[in-house]
């Protein structure tokens, strides 16, 4: 690598790494806050819950990463021109593709990053956050009963604990069973707990009483007992039936679909997925691509290039929200599927156009225009 390309990629570099960290952590932060409530309601530590947010960081660098890529080039490349060194390696005959050769690299690294985090990183953190997840909503004993609050721990079963001890053992236990809301059942108990069997989660009340009272007749039935059990099965089951959305899936998964009733009724989004995880790398060439046609090719303004670097933003805002439609599209039509891939890659074919187009020199239009005009 020669000094001018290693001087303009170390920039580069710096420049997109700063970058993507500002961006992952505002993003992460921001994101960070939805979850927060796993340690303020569900009592879950505070490892747990940063590796929980954690997981998500792949999702958002397969989104920072374009971008970072193609604010670096233009933030050094118009520093480059502000600073006049771009008029020194233009007089050193370095042509407009020698010049964005460190760019090109930056490119190739970046665009081998994104394929890695859309084809393995992002499915596989995101499913360890589901079911991640889905073991903190299950975990009942630790998260569902809070001391000293209400619990809903399914539709129709509401719990009240006063107290949970250091051995999960629970103390002052109110459960009010209303699934049948012509008989509703209300039970008190001195201590329980909380335990799973072959057949589902169960609450065990040791020390108490259970009171039906019936609608119709008002009469009120009162039991009291040593041990019984209130079974929660049929919560058990509606939580642990999941189906594995598109963003948990590996690429194979997405494209070989199973039998699964929900895989054929989804059949459209996951498709939908599959080729957004192949074409959004390739948005990486694109964005530096338009940047460097709009700083590189052309003569040279002293004025400043703002007006370009502008257009660069629109155009590059443009393919983002380009993007964004035509997966929405996808979901609902196989047509669109062609559109993904052309919106990457024929604006990276005509900013290649540009770039490599040589400008008009301004002194030999001017000699022809002198001998057409001359006698």
């Known amino acids: 690598m020669q000094a001018i390309t290693r001087y303009i990629f170390n920039q580069l570099l710096a420049a997109a790494l700063f970058i993507t960290l500002g961006l992952t952590l505002a993003i992460w932060l921001s994101q960070s806050l ?3 409530g796993y340690i303020v309601n569900r009592g879950l530590p505070a490892s747990t819950f940063f590796y929980f947010v954690g997981l998500l960081l792949p999702s958002f660098l397969g989104v920072i990463l374009p ?5 670096a080039v233009l933030f050094v490349y118009y520093k480059l021109t502000m600073d006049s060194e771009m008029v020194v390696l233009r007089a050193a005959g370095r042509s407009p593709l020698q010049i964005a050769r460190p760019a090109l690299i930056l490119t190739g690294f970046v665009t081998l990053t994104v394929y890695s985090i859309t084809l393995y990183l992002l499915p596989a953190s995101y499913r360890a956050f589901k079911e991640l997840q889905n073991d903190i909503r299950n975990n009942y004993s630790a998260v569902l009963l809070q001391e000293g609050t209400f619990n809903f721990v399914s539709e129709g079963i509401t719990v009240y604990v006063r107290e949970r001890s250091s051995d999960g053992e629970l103390r002052g236990i109110l459960v009010h069973d209303d699934r049948d809301p012509e008989r509703p059942v209300t039970m008190m108990a001195e201590r329980g707990a909380l335990v799973r069997s072959e057949q589902g989660p169960r609450v065990v009340l040791v020390n108490g009483n259970r009171q039906q009272v019936e609608r119709e ?14 079974e929660l099965s049929q919560f058990q089951g509606s939580v642990h039936a999941r189906w594995r959305g598109p963003r948990e899936r590996y690429l194979p998964e997405l494209f070989n679909l199973t039998s699964d009733p929900a895989d054929q009724q989804n059949r459209m989004e996951l498709f939908a997925e599959g080729h957004q995880r192949l074409v959004a790398p390739l948005y990486v060439l694109a964005f530096v691509m338009v940047a460097l046609a709009a700083l590189l090719s052309g003569e040279h303004n002293r004025r400043g290039q703002i007006k370009r670097v502008l257009s660069a933003i629109v155009c590059v805002a443009a393919l983002e929200g380009l993007s964004l439609a035509l ?14 891939y052309a919106a990457a890659l024929l604006p990276t074919l005509g900013a290649a156009i540009v770039l ?10 001017f000699q022809v225009r002198a001998q057409v005009a001359a006698p």
């Open 34 to 36: 939805r979850w927060i």
């Open 67 to 71: 971008i970072a890529a193609f604010c």
């Open 217 to 230: 007749g008002g009469r009120l039935s009162l039991l009291y007992f040593d041990r019984y059990t209130v």
């Open 327 to 340: 997966h929405d599209l996808a979901t609902r039509s196989f047509l669109a599927v062609p559109a993904m």
């Open 356 to 365: 490599l187009r040589r400008p008009r020199r301004r002194g030999a239009a």
